[in-house]
């Protein structure tokens, strides 16, 4: 294609100016859409939509407050305040072709009357739902909450998408324990339950021992594979089975340590303060402190 003179570009623009649309002027000269463009640009010329002055008119939910700038596709920017209370910034091409009508809350609450569902007073599998909860702030606020209580007898809150798809508890079915648990032996007896420390009672009490003792050994100071040890024996001292003033948590090697030492079954408070002397006074090496659990000391 021929070089665009200096003369044929003052008449494109003096066209363009004169109201022809650019799409026009190529047809008439045979010329493309990114030359004219281009040449508009050059000039300084700005699309004909960014001249118009749009200040206080109103498009849909927005009210045109004042202009802004030029976009890179030599539009007019102007800032907008929305009817919910919020500015945002549009272009005059948006704004003209009804592309952006709010801040975002129209679209907000178009979704919202569409997914709403009342569920109140509703049961799905354990949960029955109470009331609506709000929306989730977590879901740009698009997703129904529901305060729900469990035939369990826990209040939960559930998103409406869970109770309609796949949540039917509060978690209780998911994670069973004690008699509801798939893997509980309906066979044993409460005394061979006792023995085997197979109970709810005795993990809830190893738990408490390990909150209390912040969850670190309390001779090594170590967080890495810690136990629950009785100071007085599990065996012989049942009143105190469960009682967290008779637990103390140690490391794994600390708890192997001690009980071949000492042995098992018939541990004493007293051992473990002779033990806890010794640790302290740096008896026990650093390769003894460290054995594996199972090991035995000659």
Sequence with gaps: MKKVTKEEESLYVQE????????????????SYPTISAILKKNNIEKRSSLLDL????????????FSHFNKWRNAVWICGCSCGKEISVSSHDLQREAI??????????????????????KFGSVTVIKHNGYSPNHRGKHSSWECICDCGKICILMQYQLLNRNRSCGC??????????????SLTEEERLNKRD??????????VYKRDGYRC????????????????????????????NGVTLSESLHTLFHSLYGRKSNTESQFKEFKERYESGEFSPSIVSLPEGSIIP
């Design 173 to 186: 079915l998911r994670f069973p324990k004690g008699k509801d648990h798939s893997r509980y032996n309906h």
């Design 199 to 208: 109970l709810s009672e005795y993990a809830e009490w190893r738990i408490l």
């Design 55 to 66: 200040k206080g008119k109103q498009f849909h939910l927005l009210t045109v407050k004042e």
């Design 101 to 122: 009508k709010s801040c975002g809350c129209w679209n907000l609450l178009v979704n919202r009357t569409k997914k709403f569902n009342n569920l109140e007073g509703k």
């Design 16 to 31: 363009y100016i004169s109201g022809c649309k650019i799409f026009e002027i190529c047809q008439k000269y045979n010329r």
């Design 218 to 245: 309390v001779l090594s100071g170590s967080k890495y594979r810690i136990r629950a040890h009785h100071l007085d024996g599990y065996h012989w001292c049942k009143e105190r089975r469960l009682d967290v003033s």
